[in-house]
T-cell receptor, first 116, second 115 residues
Framework: ETGVTQSPTHLIKTRGQQVTLRCSSQ?????VSWYQQALGQGPQFIFQ???????GRGNFPPRFSGLQFPNYSSELNVNALELDDSALYLC???????????????FGEGSRLTVL | AQSVTQLGSHVSVSEGALVLLRCNYS??????LFWYVQYPNQGLQLLLK??????LVKGINGFEAEFKKSETSFHLTKPSAHMSDAAEYFC?????????????FGGGTRVLVKP
């Protein structure tokens, strides 16, 4: 069984640039969530995708957007990068539909973004 | 809205000593509760979870946690610390909604194990 994989593992961008992070969900999982973990803090929910549509969003501005593909993989896009966007971005997958299950998530190892 | 408070951002224990990490939550509905561990430069790994039923939950690596509804707590313990337990630990509460399921995390507790 293949776990959640994310790419790239590390990247450096400058303010104002755009970034795309990628995630392949665990085999058999159809729901993908993205979290932002700033240094020294707990992860914060960005949004969740189910059936290729955004299904739940945290307190993040519209310049954070995403996609989910038919194979359940996902992308996180961030436009107009700001210094505060520097963080570890975690992708998590689950096999239950929104509104069902316990909410248990399986996490990837994350993409560490540094904005200069 | 749900929230999680972890008391103590850093905990230092001696190898072989008891590990106790405190977590209190608030939730307007019966909670599902989780403990995750994060090793340096890695993602989150599930240690254990409480959904329903038995309030004492056993997890991996010798950890266990007890759900106490009256105290709104879900403290994590391990009787004897090992050097490999050095990591950051996150308590989380789950929100199950049609408009997306999400985990709300505490701020984390970093554990240092002294030889």
């Amino acid at each position: 069984e293949t776990g959640v994989t994310q790419s790239p593992t590390h990247l450096i961008k400058t303010r104002g640039q755009q970034v795309t992070l990628r995630c392949s969900s665990q085999s058999g999982h159809n729901t993908v969530s993205w979290y932002q973990q700033a240094l020294g803090q707990g992860p914060q929910f960005i949004f969740q995708y189910y059936r290729e549509e955004e299904n739940g969003r945290g307190n993040f501005p519209p310049r954070f957007s995403g996609l989910q593909f038919p194979n359940y993989s996902s992308e996180l896009n961030v436009n107009a990068l700001e210094l505060d966007d520097s963080a570890l971005y975690l992708c998590a997958s689950s096999s239950r539909s929104p509104g069902k299950g316990t909410g248990e998530l399986f996490f990837g190892e994350g993409s560490r973004l540094t904005v200069l | 809205a749900q929230s999680v408070t972890q008391l103590g951002s850093h905990v230092s224990v001696s190898e072989g000593a008891l590990v106790l990490l405190r977590c209190n939550y608030s939730s307007s509905v019966p909670p599902y509760l989780f403990w995750y561990v994060q090793y340096p430069n890695q993602g989150l790994q599930l240690l254990l979870k409480y959904t329903t039923g038995a309030t004492l939950v056993k997890g991996i690596n010798g950890f266990e946690a007890e759900f106490k509804k009256s105290e709104t707590s879900f403290h994590l313990t391990k009787p004897s610390a090992h050097m490999s337990d050095a990591a950051e630990y996150f308590c989380a509460v789950s929100v199950i909604k049609a408009a997306g399921n999400k985990l709300t995390f505490g701020g984390g507790t970093r554990v240092l194990v002294k030889p």
